[in-house]
């Protein structure tokens, strides 16, 4: 078979040779002790791309979410964020497992939040309800096609959390996706927020690690809350290295990727078995509808696919999710539509 093309998610990138030299040249200490300097490099470069006092390295995006979450919240309250949101949907509960929070889901048809919709399921303290402790944006929105917030409306959200004294956190995993898009700085977008996680490992294409940044308050409290969720590392310079490679020359490939994207959407709505909405397509993530469930629908289809040479996937029983990457060139993209097209003659064989 022909090398697979991955389209499943840009988390699947390998580190680029300047991340391995860097790796394995770096700089080390005790991350725990607070002792390694490239870690305490990272952190400072990514709490000024963003706007904030301080940053913390943790593991994973879902920690660094999990951590802000466990901060602002109190057990028995509720997190305002959209229905779909990566909180609520790929977090395997955590912040009911790990910090007594239950979600308060807002349905929103392209992904971001209605103001209006959010002032009105937040909920005050001393009722007979449970209480809003947070509100959670995610920007871009991974579900809902990587669909970016406007300026405006993230002042519109943060203002409602204003007047009702609720703390904002921003899911920006993939905020520089919507940094470029915009044509703004990363700062410019995360400004407000009270904090703010980045992930490395998705479109800026290092092999893992996230950060959480705040005010330095904010961050010390992380740094007690990411021990305690068991993500104290320790000789972690090296994959702040491969980090820093990704923070200060991966943003140059983001808008490729988007190009990527759009050309990937184009050839995929010009197939007569898929639905895709071009204006929903604004970075690096596809969401195409196949018109018909018929023969398994979406899972059995993504097998189909796996068969021709190119891996997605499966959002639901209709829904298939493409991601470009780095590791995605615009030929790349051509050659999976001819076997995505070939997929669909098997399929009607």
Not at 237 to 253: P, S
């Amino acid at each position: 078979m022909a090398e697979l093309i991955d389209l499943r998610s840009d988390t699947v990138t390998r580190p680029s040779e300047e991340m391995r030299r860097a790796m394995a040249t770096a700089d080390v200490g005790d991350d725990v002790f607070g002792e390694d300097p490239t870690v305490r490099r990272l952190e400072e470069e990514m709490a000024a791309a963003v706007g904030t006092e301080a940053a913390l390295l943790v593991p994973s995006g879902v920690m660094g979410n999990q951590v802000a979450l466990h901060l602002h919240g109190r057990p028995g309250t509720e997190v305002v964020c959209e229905a779909r949101s990566h909180v609520v949907d790929w977090e395997m509960g955590a912040m009911a497992a790990l910090s007594g929070l239950s979600p308060r889901p807002v349905a929103a048809a392209d992904g971001l939040l209605d103001p209006e919709a959010v002032a009105a399921v937040i909920q005050p303290w001393g009722g007979f309800r449970p209480p809003s402790s947070l509100l959670v944006i995610e920007n871009t929105h991974n579900m809902a096609g990587g669909r970016v917030y406007p300026r405006p409306r993230i002042d519109a959200l943060l203002e409602v959390a204003r007047r009702r004294d609720l703390p904002v956190h921003l899911d920006g995993a993939r905020l520089f996706n919507a940094a470029v898009a915009l044509g703004l700085p990363a700062a410019q977008l995360a400004a407000g927020f009270d904090s703010v996680m980045v992930s490395l490992s998705k479109g800026l294409g290092a092999p893992m690690g996230s950060l959480v940044c705040g005010p330095a308050d904010f961050v010390a409290g992380a740094r007690r809350v990411r021990k305690m969720f068991g993500g104290g590392l320790h000789q972690s310079g090296v994959i702040a290295a491969a980090g820093l490679v990704a923070l200060r020359g991966g943003l140059e490939h983001l808008a490729i990727d988007h190009a990527n994207a759009r050309r990937l959407a184009e050839g995929l709505a010009e197939l007569p078995g898929l639905a895709v909405d071009l204006d929903a397509v604004e970075t690096n993530i596809v969401l195409a509808d196949l018109v018909t469930t018929a023969e398994g629908g979406a899972p059995v289809f993504v097998e189909g696919l796996r068969r021709e040479g190119v891996l997605a996937v499966p959002v639901d029983a209709r829904r298939l999710r493409f991601v470009t990457h780095r590791d995605v060139s615009a030929g790349d993209v051509d050659t999976a539509l001819g076997r995505i097209a070939g997929a669909f003659r098997e399929r009607s064989r």
